[in-house]
């Protein structure tokens, strides 16, 4: 290895000087011929202490230069001497990184959302760029990766263990890292929610779907809480997801808003004041919500009519239908709550006359031959608007609270000779399929129909119908495009029905045969496919729990028959597991609920569990539990009690070292962890003092020789 040599020159003995005094002084001479060695020159001495000062200097220089390099820990040192005070230091040169700070140790910290330390490195080469790679060393995650920075500047730690990489690169592209791993210890603290919104706003027929993040520096995941729930609310609190180790996702969500969370009809709008609350078992935060649920002005809901066929003479001539209509606001038809208008056209498209609906739906027609031909026929149906509204219900909900209307349409055929109706083709043209769990199937059928009526379509997955349309013109094809549910494997049928609405029930069916194939599932969708409600489309559970029931005795519950042979020796089970023996034993049941209707339970979340039974739980019983309908946070208060201490009450309790901060909240003032003072500044500082001593020292003997020279002048 190449190396580099630094010569310091160190007296190891300085020489003796020997001072006389002589009353006759040869002028500029320095060396007395009559004495062995140094003579001492009153007019010299000047020189013989800058000589003095230079050693002093040296030496100094010396010790600035070993003390730099060896607390650097830039380089390894090796060196000789010899006997005449001659020091060699060899100085190795590979490329070193040296991290200052942190250390190797652990750094303890009062709770604080960032925790800062000092990041201090050097290199032994002259590097381009630095940059740094944290690691969350116990989840082993990357917490931040090839970050730039300068040497000497701060950086934000993570709770527990850390692992620091600190990178550099020389001007070939060289590059060195050295890596450092350390502690940050903090103090059991409180979970905190963030923000959430004090007023949140959802419409009827929507649903809500609000998130807020939680911060535990414990790094727990902290079981949420909403008061009240189900059935008082139709909301729910679920953890959501992981942001970091330190911070989680939560949502208040629901199901589809529909008249019966609002309580009733032309209420304008309701309003639920929701307690959040999150706890890790310790401590725990809570926020105030009011979510108001707005009404809006639903269409009135109409049943279709279909195609009809009636003979123009003879039997079978009459058309009589009761309509059927319902608005959720204004009522029903026949309560004379909605408003209708008919409008009847023949196959010219020419207004015609043929019957007329009364005011309660009714229709009643009898027809004749002079009215043989095809008529289209369009009913409308308006209702009142909403009779006390929102004021922001334009904003939120997108629709003025204005009247709406809906319509329902069909084709009416008078005939002296019906013929029927058939299907001309038709796609897959394999009668008999096979099909995949989740797979998405494309069928359709061409109609036609000899008397050219207008004809509907019926579409069956087995017996359930999945879709229907009507008023087809001949040569025109139905269709639909369908998706396999995954609880479908076996043998099916796809049907469609055509028909001209003939009262005789004349029509023309098609089947494929189906074999479904299992395919699992490990995660699943939102709703598709077509056919609302029926088999056939993807479905994602999302279910949403009520408050625990009060805890009741197992055993008495056992022979009440309130709980069953089945299920009482698991409840005994977990009791023993949890030390909760004879009359401590109890369980307590909740109610679940998928907000999005998928029909499965697969993921539905337990409705039973054993519990702690003592037999008038309260407030200041010293257990957790849950009485008066609502379940404690933490032991004796939250839900049915007063509110737990949290980090944000405005008092001064749970261990804290001032109102709301110190203990397991926010540190009560700034700190930062101390580092050393490197040695390295405190040795430059030494060095710079001795030379001022020395130079005072000069300045001094400078000032004795001015007064000699006055006082041998004077003699």
């Not at 009353?23 to 000589?51: R, Y």
């Not at 992981?242 to 032309?266: C, H, M, P, W």
């Amino acid at each position: 290895m190449k190396k580099e040599k630094w010569i310091f020159i160190m007296s190891k003995v300085l020489p003796r000087i020997r001072i006389f005094e002589h009353k006759k002084i040869v002028q500029n001479n320095f060396l007395c011929p009559k004495t062995k060695g140094f003579s001492w020159h009153p007019k010299n001495e000047h020189i013989i202490f800058l000589i003095l000062i230079s050693f002093i200097a040296l030496n100094l220089i010396n010790i600035l230069v070993l003390v730099w390099f060896s607390s650097t820990e830039l380089s390894r040192f090796t060196g000789e001497a010899d006997n005449m005070g001659l020091v060699a230091i060899y100085i190795q040169d590979w490329k070193r990184i040296n991290i200052s700070s942190p250390e190797n140790k652990t750094y303890n910290f009062s709770f604080a959302l960032n925790y800062t330390l000092n990041l201090n490195a050097s290199a032994n080469f002259q590097a381009d760029s630095w940059w740094y790679t944290l690691i969350d060393k116990g989840n082993e995650l990357v917490v931040a990766q090839d970050v730039p920075f300068s040497p000497n500047t701060t950086f934000n730690a993570i709770t527990r263990e850390n692992g620091l990489i600190v990178f550099a690169n020389d001007s070939s592209g060289n590059i060195v890292n050295e890596s450092v791993e350390f502690f940050v210890a903090v103090p059991s603290s409180a979970p905190k929610i963030h923000y959430i919104s004090p007023d949140i706003f959802v419409c009827e027929g929507s649903y809500l779907s609000y998130f807020f993040n939680v911060t535990d520096l414990d790094e727990q995941i902290a079981t949420p809480s909403i008061n009240p729930t189900a059935p008082s609310s139709p909301f729910y609190v679920v953890f959501s997801r992981t942001i970091n180790s330190t911070v989680r996702t939560y949502e208040i969500f629901s199901g589809i808003l529909d008249k019966s969370d609002l309580g009733q009809a032309n209420i304008g709008s309701r309003s639920f004041l929701e307690n959040v609350s999150v706890s890790d078992g310790q401590y725990s935060d809570y926020n105030q919500t009011n979510i108001t649920v707005i009404e809006i002005n639903n269409a009135p809901a109409v049943s279709p009519i279909g195609v009809q066929t009636v003979w123009g003479s003879g039997e079978n001539r009459t058309f009589y239908h009761e309509l059927d209509a319902n608005d959720a606001e204004s009522g029903n038809v026949s309560g004379l709550n909605l408003t209708l208008q008919l409008i009847i056209r023949n196959s010219t498209n020419e207004p015609a006359y043929l019957f007329n609906i009364t005011p309660m739906g009714i229709i009643n027609f009898t027809a004749n031959e002079n009215q043989t031909g095809v008529y289209r026929v369009w009913i409308y149906v308006y209702d009142d608007g909403l009779k006390n509204y929102h004021p922001n219900i334009t904003d939120y909900c997108n629709q003025p609270p204005t009247n709406k209307s809906s319509m329902v349409n069909f084709s009416i055929t008078i005939t002296n000779e019906n013929r029927l109706p058939y299907i001309t083709s038709y796609y897959p043209l394999n009668l008999s399929l096979a099909a995949y769990e989740g797979e998405a199937v494309y069928f359709n059928v061409t109609m036609f129909d000899p008397d050219w009526t207008l004809l509907d379509s019926y579409w069956y997955f087995d017996d359930a119908l999945l879709k229907y349309e009507s008023g087809f013109d001949n040569g025109t094809f139905s269709e639909i495009n369908y998706t396999f549910s995954h609880s479908s494997s076996g043998n099916h049928t796809i049907r469609v029905n055509v028909t001209d609405g003939d009262l005789t029930n004349s029509y023309d069916s098609f089947v494929w045969n189906l074999s479904i194939i299992d395919v699992p599932v490990l995660e699943t969708s939102f709703p598709g496919g077509e056919g609302g409600g029926a088999p056939g489309f993807l479905c994602r559970e999302k279910w949403g729990c009520s408050q625990w029931n009060e805890c009741k005795n197992a055993k008495d519950s056992l022979d009440r028959f309130a709980l069953s042979n089945d299920q009482y020796p698991i409840i005994k089970e977990n009791c023993d597991m949890n030390s909760w023996l004879g009359t401590y034993c109890g369980f307590q049941i909740r109610t679940c609920k998928d907000a999005n209707k998928c029909n499965s339970t697969e993921e539905k979340p337990s409705e039973m569990q054993a519990c702690y039974y003592t037999e008038n739980p309260n407030c200041e019983d010293g257990i957790k539990n849950c009485h008066d309908e609502s379940c404690e946070i933490l032991v004796d208060c939250g839900g049915p009690c007063k509110p737990c201490p949290t980090c944000s009450d405005g008092m001064q309790n749970q261990g804290e070292e001032g109102v709301d901060c110190g203990g397991p909240c926010k540190q009560c003032q700034a700190e930062r962890p101390l580092t050393k003072t490197p040695f390295r500044y405190f040795m430059v500082a030494l060095i710079i003092l001795l030379l001022l001593i020395v130079v005072i020292i000069s300045l001094k003997h400078l000032k004795m020789e001015r007064l000699r020279k006055l006082e041998s002048r004077k003699i």
